[in-house]
């Protein structure tokens, strides 16, 4: 499988606090990754460094086989690196198909009637064309999640890059998140998933990458991460004298 997206020896300080010391992996194109880690590990300034909101202090991301860690927000979205934000940020006062529109416009590779056509394809595939014209301020906590994923797709990633969109839902609305993660992985896009929740990590991701210490601990199937030893050590400080 090929390598859409390479980090090596990815690293971040603030100050004499060193959250991502060294961290690799590869995203396989068309995959789900999903990035377990206890509280404060880095997981989110690891998304903001892939994004170009951080700068890392050392290592590279290599995106396409294009050397990117030096390359700036915009660009990197533009390039096909979309995300989501742990707190849904929608524009309230704005229409749910304007928030889309914002989304496709800020993406800068369509026509303002492409990005219609897209607002309505990406509305179709949330889930929300039957909600186009209401206030973004009006919606629920599912749909304020809908609608983040529904702004990053509007700019066409190639890579999604979800910070805990399960947080704060209901076990069936968890279950619809999933699915919904799966239509887009269906639609070609390889996504990186952030998340506390276990369930979405079984059922909702091809690989788990463990993220623990400043280091990739560990990282395979989702069943084989889970029941890992390092998985037991992270999170309940067990597991070093096993085989
Ligand atoms: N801009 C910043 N300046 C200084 N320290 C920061 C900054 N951003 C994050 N940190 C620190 O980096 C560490 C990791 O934070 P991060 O939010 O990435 O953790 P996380 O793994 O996403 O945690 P959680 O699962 O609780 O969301 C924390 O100690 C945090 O205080």
């Known amino acids: 499988m090929s390598a859409i997206l ?33 509280n404060g590990a880095g997981k ?11 700068k890392p202090t050392k290592g590279t991301i290599t995106f396409e086989g294009k050397e990117i860690s030096k390359e700036g ?8 690196i979309g995300r989501t934000f742990q707190v849904p940020r929608p524009f309230e ?7 889309i529109m914002v989304g496709g416009v800020f993406g800068g590779r369509m026509s ?10 990406v509305a ?15 919606l629920g906590l599912l749909d304020r999640k809908r609608l983040e994923i529904g702004r990053a797709l509007a700019t066409q990633p190639k890579i999604l890059l979800l910070d805990e969109v399960g947080g704060g ?16 992985k269906a639609q070609g896009v390889s996504v990186i998933w952030i998340e506390h929740i276990i369930r979405t990590m079984l059922e909702g991701t091809d690989r788990v990458l463990l993220l623990a210490d400043g280091v990739d ?15 037991s050590r992270v999170y309940m400080g067990g597991g070093d004298d096993e085989a």
């Open 6 to 38: 390479t980090v090596k020896d990815l690293g971040i300080s603030f100050g004499s606090n060193h959250v991502l010391k060294s961290v690799n992996f590869q995203l396989n194109e068309g995959e789900v990754l999903g990035v377990i880690g206890p």
């Open 44 to 54: 989110t300034v690891m998304l903001n460094v892939l994004t170009g909101i951080l």
């Open 73 to 80: 927000i915009t660009d990197r979205c533009k390039g096909g």
């Open 93 to 99: 006062k704005m229409t749910v198909f304007e928030n």
């Open 112 to 121: 303002e009637k492409q990005a219609k056509e897209e607002a309505l394809r």
């Open 124 to 138: 179709e595939t949330i889930g929300l064309s039957d909600k186009l014209s209401l206030f973004a301020g009006k």
């Open 169 to 184: 839902l209901t076990e069936s609305e968890v279950e619809s998140i999933i699915q919904l993660v799966k239509t887009v």
């Open 217 to 231: 601990v560990v990282c395979g199937k989702p069943m084989e991460v889970m029941n890992s030893k390092e998985v």
